[in-house]
């Protein structure tokens, strides 16, 4: 068992901090947290794969990219580089897993339903996503703690 401690706390403000200041959209917010935290020795470009996701995929209001960037991070962590590599179902298994935990909380993945009642960049969009980026951070930072056993 490692004894590292992972500030879940910490993790959700850093990510809710990177997309309140405008440094970076949900997705890549969620990413670069979460990157620094679990994995800093991997390249910045991981950050860069985030940059398609925000505002549902593009800003088509697809799913949520703070799902998104959750989710790729779980592949980061999890996922498989070789060809049919079994790692694959424990990737997918925690990507159904943040999916279920949000989906619960908020009925929906769908930025568009997600963000109907709030304007695009006004200042509630803005403390709702921020939320969300926050959530999804910390979520996922405890499903990879779990499975990492920190």
Avoid: W
């Amino acid at each position: 068992m490692k004894t590292r401690i992972i500030d879940l706390a910490t993790i959700r403000q850093t990510a809710e901090h990177y997309y309140s200041s405008g440094d970076f959209y949900c997705s890549e917010a969620i990413v670069k947290t979460i990157r620094d935290v679990f994995c800093p020795g991997l390249p910045d470009e991981v950050i860069a794969m985030a940059s398609g996701f925000p505002i549902g995929m593009g800003g088509a209001g697809c799913t949520c990219g703070a799902i998104s960037g959750g989710i790729m991070v779980i592949g980061m962590l999890f996922g498989r580089t070789e060809k049919k590599d079994e790692r694959v179902n424990k990737a997918m298994e925690l990507s159904r897993e943040l999916h279920d935990f949000f989906q619960r909380k908020h009925k929906t993945l769908c930025c568009r339903v997600l963000t109907q009642d709030v304007a695009l960049g006004s200042p509630e969009q803005m403390r709702q996503c921020v939320t969300f980026t926050g959530e999804v951070a910390e979520e996922v930072a405890r499903i990879i703690a779990r499975e990492l056993e920190f």
